[in-house]
């Protein structure tokens, strides 16, 4: 775990602020609600953020603008030029960089009168509460289950907030979890959806100012904290749906029967979230439906030579607006009701984008009878890599 | 009795890409059943093959989790409001999780 600090440790509580820092915050310091007691707050405070990225990027920068005294950054990633969309943090000459190094140069020359502590590990059951101990408030910005409960139940077992906040194409969800009085996650969903019905690829995507604006009320929410002003959403489920333009609020109780913060705790350590959620080892199962293959360099012989190939796309239309092989589109969805157009006498070669989509069409259509149907390896993307680096990956 | 279900983006793929629906029921299980008779593909989303709610699909009518009132036997008035609310996971995002999961 690499661990680097930029100011000296803090130990003592800091009970005045320098002339710059006077300056640097004046307009929280002639509002009432913040003044000079609130800015002291904020600086003795330390937040964790789980994740750098979408909801970690506006987090990062509120947090460190408005003085809190320490950030902790945890991410192993490096930053993708797929990143940029959203993920303000990063400039285009970040890309390589290990986002927790790049985020800490950011934050560190936003404000370098906070102390940046970055973590660049995964986080996992066997770091979780050594990594919590030293921090107020954990925020989660992360983008998986597994992930999700496990900073939860680390949150629940050493009594700290959780600022929780999740994003899906153009909905998201808020609310502040693990405080005494209020529910926790397990309480909202007492289990992970199993991994085939989560949504699949072909209906990913995000809007890239969606995080901002849900990671903007996590930073309000966890600034809130800090200076025990106004109504934090402990108790509350704030969504919204950035389409419609809408924000709606539930109610959220605290389970009873909760087996993490009821009174009758089943759970006392942390466990295997991988297992939990039906996810094993450090990357999901990759397809072991066992189908047919060609690889993008065979294709390409085979369609050079002249053989009669059927190419089935099952990606989505916008899908095929990016890039296609010419291909003919059936979206995998679509792929059940209109089997009937496709004529298995043909040999058939099925593809997608990396190749998992396209697998499930072929066992599904080899289940249907069709023994002439060959998967693509590796989708489009592996064809841009090894035939035709003209096509653009996505 | 018509009652307003809102369909939260994950599920629309499965209800004919509607964000909303009207539904004449008498409870919210009523409602819920006629909309998966509607979109059958919905089904399996929302409900287990013993007909039970999923656990990581929340029901709300109005502004009330369903699990705290009579369940799926909770009683719809005309106007009310019930909304399905998934979990969902997505933070430094889909695109991501895709890479993970896909």
Known sequence: MATTTQAPAETKPVTSLSNQEILRYSRHLIMPEVGMEGQLKLKNAKVLLIGTGGLGAPLGLYLAAAGVGKLGLVDFDVVDFTNLQRQVTFGSSDVGKHKTEAARARLGSLNPDIQIETFETKLDSSNALELFKDFDIIVDGTDNFPTRYLVNDACILLGKPNVYGSIFRFEGQVTVFGMPEGPCYRCLYPEPPPPGLVPSCAEGGVLGVLPGIVGSIQAMETIKLILGRGDNLVGRLLLFDALGMKFRELKLRKNPNCPMCGSNRTIHQLIDYYEFCGVRGEEAPAPELGVPEITPRELKARLDRGDDLFILDVREPHEYQICNLQGNLIPLGELPRRVHELDSSREIVAHCRSGKRSAEAVDFLRKAGFRKILNLKGGILAWSDEVDPSVPKY | ?102
Do not use: C, Q
Request: charged share 25%; proline share 5%; hydrophobic share 40%.
């Open chain 2, 1 to 102: 009795m018509p009652v307003k279900v809102i369909i939260p983006t994950p599920l629309r793929t499965y209800a004919g890409k509607r964000d909303s629906a009207e539904v004449h029921a008498a409870t919210v299980g009523d409602a819920l059943g006629g909309l998966t008779t509607e979109f059958a593909d919905l089904r399996r989303h929302l409900f287990t093959d013993e007909g039970k709610l999923r656990a990581f699909v929340n029901v709300y009518l109005n502004d009330e989790d369903i699990r705290y009132l009579a369940k799926e036997n909770t009683p719809t008035k005309d106007g009310d409001t019930i909304s399905i609310v998934p979990s969902i996971a997505g933070g430094s995002l889909a695109v991501d999780v895709e890479k993970e999961m896909f």
